[in-house]
T-cell receptor, first 112, second 114 residues
Framework: GQQLNQSPQSMFIQEGEDVSMNCTSSSIFNTWLWYKQDPGEGPVLLIALYKAGELTSNGRLTAQFGITRKDSFLNISASIPSDVGIYFCAGRNMNRDDKIIFGKGTRLHILP | EPEVTQTPSHQVTQMGQEVILRCVPISNHLYFYWYRQILGQKVEFLVSFYNNEISEKSEIFDDQFSVERPDGSNFTLKIRSTKLEDSAMYFC????????????FGPGTRLTVL
């Protein structure tokens, strides 16, 4: 089946730094999604991307849908303590099915 | 803001026992999903449900699993005879129109099989 490779697996950064994480797929997606999961909670949608090349922002978060439809990145600017958590990229493929395929996640740690 | 709710938050059961995980999707949503997340791993799709029938299921969703919408508000996942490897977080999600509509996730039920 389709695989999503998400990197890095974990990151340790200083508060105030910018963060970048990315995702690549073995095949084309028609929708890319970025979710954040806090401990003991369900994934919460941060940004949804629907068109190749699309660049979308949500506050300090920016994500892009790669031109090839096989990759996406998420940037977080000026990180703050509440950014700590696991960030998952996810996608939907070109078929009619609407299931979401998730990456393995990037665990973000912020040092004081 | 409306949200997906799930009960219980934590379920502990003995291997071989049946469990039913409950979800109340957002009230005007029509498409429902179950996902699971084994500790420390990625979220995996189990099943999608629309118009009182399964739309799609993954290879994880074998004969031990079943879903039901017993009334107008609840959406349940039943595991008939639990195995140790069923221990995971189970997330329910719902959308209004399916397709590319945003899927809203519940807080999850942590299932522990002893």
């Amino acid at each position: 089946g389709q695989q999503l490779n998400q990197s890095p697996q974990s990151m340790f950064i200083q508060e105030g730094e910018d963060v970048s994480m990315n995702c690549t797929s073995s095949s084309i997606f028609n929708t890319w999604l970025w979710y954040k999961q806090d401990p003991g909670e369900g994934p919460v949608l941060l940004i949804a991307l629907y068109k190749a090349g699309e660049l979308t922002s949500n506050g300090r978060l920016t994500a892009q849908f790669g031109i090839t439809r096989k990759d996406s990145f998420l940037n977080i600017s000026a990180s703050i303590p509440s950014d700590v958590g696991i960030y998952f990229c996810a996608g939907r493929n070109m078929n009619r099915d609407d299931k979401i395929i998730f990456g393995k996640g990037t665990r973000l740690h912020i040092l004081p | 803001e409306p949200e997906v709710t799930q009960t219980p938050s934590h379920q502990v059961t003995q291997m071989g026992q049946e469990v039913i995980l409950r979800c109340v999707p957002i009230s005007n949503h029509l498409y429902f999903y179950w996902y699971r997340q084994i500790l420390g791993q990625k979220v995996e799709f189990l099943v999608s449900f629309y118009n009182n029938e399964i739309s799609e299921k993954s290879e994880i969703f074998d004969d031990q699993f079943s879903v039901e919408r017993p009334d107008g508000s609840n959406f349940t996942l039943k595991i008939r005879s639990t195995k140790l490897e069923d221990s995971a977080m189970y997330f329910c999600a719902s959308t209004r129109r399916g397709g590319t509509d945003t899927q809203y996730f519940g807080p999850g039920t942590r299932l522990t099989v002893l």
